[in-house]
């Protein structure tokens, strides 16, 4: 038979873990822990934002190595074009292709200078390639209409004074008394003049009209067929007054 302590013992045991199973029981089950959320790569518009850096970064060492539109693809135009196609509004963009149509621009009036008109041409098309009808690709353009006419006729440097054409057409009055005026300030300033005119018959006309203004004065010159029609003033040595 068992003794009373043993009994005694096994009672609080058995009451024990049945108080250690009711506690269990009532515990509330705690759901598991989210996992945190997996770290995803960069934003579309992140990616735009970085393509647009590094184009225009390209597109600035490019300019500095003087690769304006050549070579084809690597060039400081390509690379400012591939970042206004992914920002159009891009102000650096936008100021750096300006900034390739004043460097041909720049170097076209070198160029027309030293006389090099076939180079001018090929620099005012490139830049005219970038912005066509710019401004100071059409005043470059006639400042080499006008050197290439005056190379043909060898025409000496000048003040050029254009000749209205409508007027010219019509001999007007108005026409004359420019030319007469012209004539006055010849004579007393002692100048040479070429007359550029588009035939024979206008250069004589013209001629005419600078003679008859004054009287008992030989205004010295020459006629020369050519366009646009003009008066070049040259003082004597050949150099512009």
């Known amino acids: 038979m068992p003794s009373f302590e043993r009994l005694h013992s096994l009672g609080i045991c058995l009451l024990v873990a049945g108080v250690l199973g009711a506690c269990s029981a009532n515990k509330p089950i705690r759901p598991p822990a989210t996992p945190p959320p997996e770290k995803t790569g960069p934003s579309p518009e992140e990616i735009r934002q970085s393509n647009v850096t590094f184009f225009l970064k390209r597109a600035e060492q490019a300019l500095r190595k003087g690769y304006l539109t050549q070579p084809a693809g690597a060039s400081a135009y390509d690379y400012y074009l591939r970042a206004q196609q992914l920002d159009p509004g891009n102000r ?37 390639m970038l912005a066509p009808g710019n401004s100071l690709v059409v005043e470059v353009r006639r400042q080499l209409v006008r050197e290439r006419e005056r190379a043909r006729f060898d025409l000496p440097e000048g003040e050029s004074i254009g000749l209205p054409v409508a007027e010219l057409n019509a001999r ?11 004539a006055r300030r010849i004579r007393s300033e002692q100048l040479r003049v070429i007359i550029v005119a588009r035939d024979d018959a206008e250069g004589r006309w013209i001629y005419q009209q600078l003679r008859e203004a004054v009287p ?16 070049l003033l040259v003082q004597p040595g050949g150099k512009s007054p």
């Open 92 to 128: 650096r963009a936008r100021t750096g292709i300006q900034t390739l149509v004043v460097t041909y621009v720049e170097q076209a009036r070198e160029a027309l200078r030293q006389r090099g008109f076939g180079e001018v041409e090929t620099l005012l098309k490139r830049a005219e």
């Open 216 to 231: 008992g004065y030989r205004v010295r010159g020459d006629i020369k067929v050519g366009s646009p029609a003009r008066l």
């Open 172 to 182: 007007s009055e108005q026409l004359a008394g420019q030319l007469q005026r012209l």
